[in-house]
T-cell receptor, first 117, second 114 residues
Framework: GAVVSQHPSWVICKSGTSVKIECRSLDFQATTMFWYRQFPKQSLMLMATSNEGSKATYEQGVEKDKFLINHASLTLSTLTVTSAHPEDSSFYIC?????????????FGPGTRLTVL | DQQVKQNSPSLSVQEGRISILNCDYTNSMFDYFLWYKKYPAEGPTFLISISSIKDKNEDGRFTVFLNKSAKHLSLHIVPSQPGDSAVYFC?????????????FGRGTSLIVHP
């Protein structure tokens, strides 16, 4: 299957700093990329959807000025957590899809564990 | 309000037996369903999917059954193996309606004992 990578796999930062997480589709062009957040023992919460070259669409309740998403190319999307606080500590997972059909498979990255001190 | 529900947070099964993971949904617009498997500290891996025009889809040891009238689907794993121990997420989307972003359930943690 298709491969999606994330970098870094884990990061610890101080409160108030910004953290950038990269998501790359390694062997296919991702028309659409998704960013999820997962709390312990909870489901994957969709944060935003991004299409290459256009602004991301954020889910209700997700602050777009805090979680900056850039989908600059068909293989790279970045999520920047600005002015991070301890409550932003979570497991962030990206996924990518090559097509726009509802039946195209999403391929997930391995996730990034963010801990804000 | 959860549109995709996995009411069993965990399931324990003996190796070689059948594992049955259940999922219920409330949105009648959902017409495409997926199961993902997730190990700790890793991203989910796609397992199997089913369109609403079918009621069964099989891939090796994995079979997904869909009961549209009951808005219920299930994933059967047979025979279960210790390596199947993971969290399984059910997801649903309204693909034909253009809203192709899946909604995920909370997951069921499967433990397969040797």
């Amino acid at each position: 299957g298709a491969v999606v990578s994330q970098h870094p796999s884990w990061v610890i930062c101080k409160s108030g700093t910004s953290v950038k997480i990269e998501c790359r589709s390694l062997d296919f062009q991702a028309t659409t990329m998704f960013w999820y957040r997962q709390f312990p023992k909870q489901s994957l919460m969709l944060m935003a959807t991004s299409n290459e070259g256009s602004k991301a669409t954020y889910e209700q309740g997700v602050e777009k000025d805090k979680f900056l998403i850039n989908h600059a190319s068909l293989t790279l999307s970045t999520l920047t957590v600005t002015s991070a606080h301890p409550e932003d500590s979570s497991f962030y997972i990206c996924s990518a899809r090559g097509g726009t059909s509802g039946t195209d498979t999403q391929y997930f990255g391995p996730g990034t564990r963010l801990t804000v001190l | 309000d959860q549109q995709v529900k996995q009411n069993s947070p965990s399931l324990s099964v003996q190796e070689g037996r059948i594992s049955i993971l259940n999922c219920d949904y409330t949105n009648s617009m959902f017409d495409y369903f997926l199961w993902y498997k997730k190990y700790p500290a890793e991203g989910p891996t796609f397992l199997i999917s089913i369109s609403s025009i079918k009621d069964k889809n099989e891939d090796g040891r994995f079979t997904v059954f869909l009961n549209k009238s009951a808005k219920h689907l299930s994933l059967h794993i047979v025979p279960s193996q210790p390596g199947d121990s993971a969290v399984y997420f059910c997801a649903a989307s309204a693909a034909s309606g253009g809203s192709y972003i899946p909604t995920f359930g909370r997951g069921t943690s499967l433990i397969v004992h040797p």
